[in-house]
């Protein structure tokens, strides 16, 4: 069994920072890439940020510049760091991993349950 949870969502003004955390715990032989998204209301699940196991990163261009995607030593948590959060960065944020369970075959899918962020205008 593979859990992801999130933490560190919440209400922020514009402006404001906000820093985001996802550990994934379980059967894990070993992690790939992890990465965020985030839906708001109304609107399609978007890709905000992914980083490898090797430490590459990619934003989408909405949040370069503003959003740091990174992960612990262990490469077990990922992080966002959101800085000059706008209204329009209000979503659920959900965390994701592409896990290898045994030593064979190819990484699954792994998603978080969400954490909400609001930006307030």
């Known amino acids: 069994q593979v859990q992801l949870v999130e933490s560190g969502g919440g209400l922020v003004q514009a402006g404001g920072s906000l820093r985001l955390s996802c550990s994934a715990s379980?059967?894990?032989?070993?992690?790939?890439?992890m990465g965020w998204y985030r839906q708001a209301p109304g609107k399609q699940r978007e890709f905000v940020a992914t980083i490898t196991s090797g430490g590459s990163t990619n934003y989408a261009d909405s949040v370069k510049g503003r959003f740091t995607i990174s992960r612990d030593n262990a490469k077990t948590t990922v992080y966002l760091q959101m800085n000059s959060l706008k209204p329009e960065d209000t979503a659920v944020y959900y965390c994701?991993?592409?896990?290898?369970?045994?030593?064979?075959?190819?990484?699954?899918?792994?998603w978080g349950p969400g954490t909400q962020v609001t930006v307030s205008s």
């Open positions: 379980g059967s894990i032989f070993s992690i790939n890439a």
């Open positions: 994701n991993a592409d896990i290898y369970i045994t030593t064979r075959g190819s990484p699954l899918r792994y």
